[in-house]
């Protein structure tokens, strides 16, 4: 686990996810990219990616340090990958797409 200094660590730093958004996840632990990554079955080059689309929450305090994912979060990604057939963004966005009552 990160421990996060307030003080220093502000929300200008943090991008928040969908996923987070929708269920209200805001505070827990948070893990590093490659744990992320262990985490969830895909690579931290993926985890970027779907952080960087709004999908997943990340902070990334200043360039070239490591980007750390809220693990809370990447449970429930984690479940949503795991519940579908669709490959993982697909079964993440057609989630995220149900939740907000859209289309899939």
């Known amino acids: 686990m990160i421990a996060l200094d307030p003080v220093r660590d502000t929300a200008d730093r943090t991008s928040w996810g969908w996923i987070a958004v929708l269920y209200g996840v805001c505070e827990g632990s948070w893990v590093r990219g490659g744990p992320a990554s262990t985490l969830v079955g895909v690579t931290t080059g993926t985890l970027i990616r779907w952080a960087e689309a709004g999908v997943i929450t990340q902070i990334r305090p200043r360039p ?41």
Not at 71 to 87: F, H, K, P, Q, Y
Request: net charge negative; proline share 2%; aromatic share 2%.
């Open 64 to 104: 070239k340090e490591h980007r750390t994912y809220l693990r809370a979060e990447l449970e429930i990604v984690m479940c949503i990958i795991r519940s579908s057939d669709s490959a993982p963004l697909d079964a993440i966005r057609e989630h995220i797409n149900r939740a907000v009552g859209g289309e899939t």
